[in-house]
């Protein structure tokens, strides 16, 4: 009788043990996880911070320490006329972060996509003199990161700035300025915000030509005196891009230069990659499109599992460089929204993101968690 009783007693502790462990790992988000190593962040589309979506901002508040916005801080949205600012979008983004306590990045004050009309030309339509671009660039950084000052942490100041193979990107703000426009505008955002970090951002930098001529970027604007804290690596991966040991160096490369790295602009593709040449219009052949567009449905099982362990080993390349990056930020909540679905072919369905098109959390997301439990439990680390 005694024996009985304490064995189901035993039973029962054993069962309620576990139940809680469930039950606590179910609510665990990744950012409870990841906590001790970095923010974990998701950019924000304008209808999401108007509250257009409540299952994504449950999300958000759930998984997520950071958010970035993913157009509305762009200047051709912040100021479409020349002196003309419209601030709603953005000042509706800030609140939303402040409300909810989360780690805002501004993106972004100077890229050569999404810039208003007016920027680069006068009134006949001619590219402005460098001085003018250099008083247009600064009196918009100014006003910008003056707006959010203290209130948004750290901007992408300088985004995607170089090709390929290293050299600059001809951009408008390189032909009229320079390769001085990078410099300027570290300078200006810092003249606005001393205690805002500041960033430079761009993609495919696990390609050692264009990440070598990121970290002379980083060590030039040093040896000017120049804040930059840190790099930030775009993410927009494709499951055999990049080589992941070339990812990693450009992690080792950028903090060798002793700034921090940011994965900035994370998701992951399974679509393919269209081989057509500009000439080809893909969006006027219907076969053709619809051959690269191989899952509208729903991923196979193999497929979906080859995406899953590609995720888990970026993140557990992460997590072993955890000291030295400080945010790893999704581009985008939920596969129903991501831009891949429009880019390069219009009306594609992909699935690059942690969340499912219903907002459920995809398995990869409790192996994310897994694998960060496991690390943290060796070997703890406060984020900076
Ligand atoms: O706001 C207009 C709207 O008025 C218009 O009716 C509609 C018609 O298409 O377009 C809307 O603008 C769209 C904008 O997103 C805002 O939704 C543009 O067409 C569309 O091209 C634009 O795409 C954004 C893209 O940057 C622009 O280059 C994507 O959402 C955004 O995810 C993407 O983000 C970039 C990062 O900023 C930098 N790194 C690469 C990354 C992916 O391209």
Redesign the pocket.
């Known amino acids: 009788m005694k024996n009985s009783l304490i064995i189901t007693f035993a039973i029962l502790l054993f069962s309620s043990c576990f139940l809680t462990k469930t039950i606590a790992q179910k609510k665990e988000g990744l950012k409870d996880a990841l906590k001790p190593d970095f923010f974990i962040g998701t950019?924000l589309s304008v209808n999401q911070v108007a509250g257009k979506d409540p299952r994504a901002l449950a999300v958000v508040r759930k998984h997520f320490d950071a958010i970035v916005p993913?157009?509305c801080m762009?200047s051709m949205f912040l100021q479409p006329e020349q002196g003309h600012f419209f601030f709603d979008d953005a000042d509706r983004f800030v609140a939303f972060g402040e409300r909810n306590h989360l780690w805002m990045t501004g993106?972004?004050l100077v890229w050569h996509?999404?810039t208003p009309a007016w920027l680069f030309v006068d009134k006949n339509g001619k590219d402005v003199s460098r001085d003018t671009l250099i008083a247009r660039m600064r009196n918009h950084i100014m006003t910008v990161v003056g707006r959010y000052k203290g209130r948004i942490k750290g901007w992408d100041v300088v985004?995607?700035a170089f090709n390929d193979d290293g050299t600059y990107r001809k951009s408008k703000w390189y032909e009229i300025i320079g390769e001085d426009f990078i410099p300027l505008a570290f300078k200006f955002a810092h003249e606005a915000d001393p205690n805002a970090q500041l960033y430079y951002n761009d993609?495919g930098l696990a390609n050692a030509a264009k990440r070598n001529a990121v970290v002379k970027l980083v060590q030039s604007l040093k040896a000017q005196g120049l804040r930059i804290d840190a790099v930030g690596e775009?993410g927009?991966n494709g499951m055999n891009y990049p080589d992941l040991r070339e990812l990693e160096k450009s992690i080792e490369a950028f903090a060798a230069t002793g700034v921090k790295v940011m994965i900035t602009?994370l998701d992951l593709t399974v679509l393919p990659t269209p081989t057509h040449t500009e000439t080809a219009d893909v969006s006027t052949n219907f076969e053709y499109q619809k051959s690269l567009n191989p899952y509208p449905d729903g991923l196979p099982e193999a497929i979906d599992s080859a995406w899953t362990q590609r995720y888990l080993e970026m993140f557990k390349i992460f997590l072993r460089h955890k000291d030295v990056i400080s945010r790893v930020t999704l581009?985008g909540i939920s596969d129903a929204d991501t831009?891949r679905n429009d880019?390069p072919i219009k009306g594609r369905t992909d699935y690059p993101l942690l969340f499912d098109r219903q907002y459920n959390a995809k398995p990869v997301v409790a192996e994310i968690i897994k694998a960060a439990n496991e690390m943290n439990k060796k070997n703890g680390k406060n984020k900076s």
């Open positions: 950019a993913e157009n762009k993106h972004c996509s999404q985004n995607e993609y775009q927009h602009e581009w831009w880019w």
